[in-house]
């Protein structure tokens, strides 16, 4: 069956870059995504990117498909600490039944 | 616009006792509706989801079931809470059909079983 894999933890000081990595196992899937989940809160979107692309950026946010390694990253330029959150990566695929995947979440620290 | 409610918030329920979890969302028709959990340590584990009235998935065996008794409404339920059911809920939607590709969530609910 699907899987998204995360690791769970990740701590960097303020002003540097973050990256978040996701790996998943559904060669079928359309669209992934990164969530981000503040403390006791639902999920928020961030971004996504189409499985036919390889780079999509928005503002302090960059994302890295690597389709044939089913590698995804998120990268956050110049971490603030509101950027402190669990991220969830994503996938689903248009197979008729809208199933979204998710991954376990990365919990980021920013240190100041 | 489009909006998800999700309620209540927080509740303490006993062991066996039963659970009804509630979820509209407001603006939209025919949407996809998806009730995941998030347990302390586990990630987001997709419960149920649903495409239409009277057809909903289940994707765990478990405690629990789901109904769908309007089109914008999607209750979680169960008649006899396990402790092991303790954990955060979230209720999410996305456009019906091809309409859309992002799922959109709801600010969850707690539930913890004592």
């Known amino acids: 069956g699907e899987d998204v894999e995360q690791s769970l933890f990740l701590s960097v000081r303020e002003g540097d870059s973050s990256v978040i990595n996701c790996t998943y196992t559904?060669?079928?899937?359309?669209?992934l995504y990164w969530y981000k989940q503040e403390p006791g809160a639902g999920l928020q979107l961030l971004t996504y990117?189409?499985?036919?692309?390889d780079m999509k950026q928005d503002q302090r946010l960059t994302v890295l498909l690597n389709k044939k390694d089913k590698h995804l990253s998120l990268r956050i330029a110049d971490t603030q600490t509101g950027d402190s959150a669990i991220y969830f990566c994503?996938?689903?695929?248009?197979?008729?039944?809208?199933?979204?995947?998710f991954g376990t979440g990365t919990r980021l620290k920013v240190l100041a | 616009s489009q909006t998800i409610h999700q309620w209540p918030a927080t509740l303490v329920q006993p062991v066996g006792s039963p659970l009804s979890l509630e979820c509209t969302v407001e603006g939209t028709s025919n949407p996809n509706l998806y009730w995941y959990r998030q347990a302390a340590g586990r990630g987001l584990q997709l419960l149920f989801y649903?495409?239409?009235?009277?057809?909903i998935s289940s994707e765990v065996p478990q405690n629990l079931s789901a109904s769908r008794p309007q089109d914008r409404q999607f209750i979680l339920s169960s008649k006899k809470l396990l402790l092991s059911d303790s954990g955060f809920y979230l209720c999410?939607?996305?456009?019906?059909?091809?309409?859309?590709?992002?799922?959109?969530f709801g600010e969850g609910s707690w539930l913890t079983v004592v």
């Open positions: 990117i189409f499985s036919n692309m």
């Open positions: 999410a939607w996305r456009w019906g059909g091809t309409g859309g590709n992002t799922i959109y």
């Open positions: 559904d060669s079928s899937s359309t669209y």
């Open positions: 649903s495409i239409g009235i009277d057809q």
């Open positions: 994503a996938e689903s695929s248009a197979s008729g039944t809208y199933k979204y995947i």
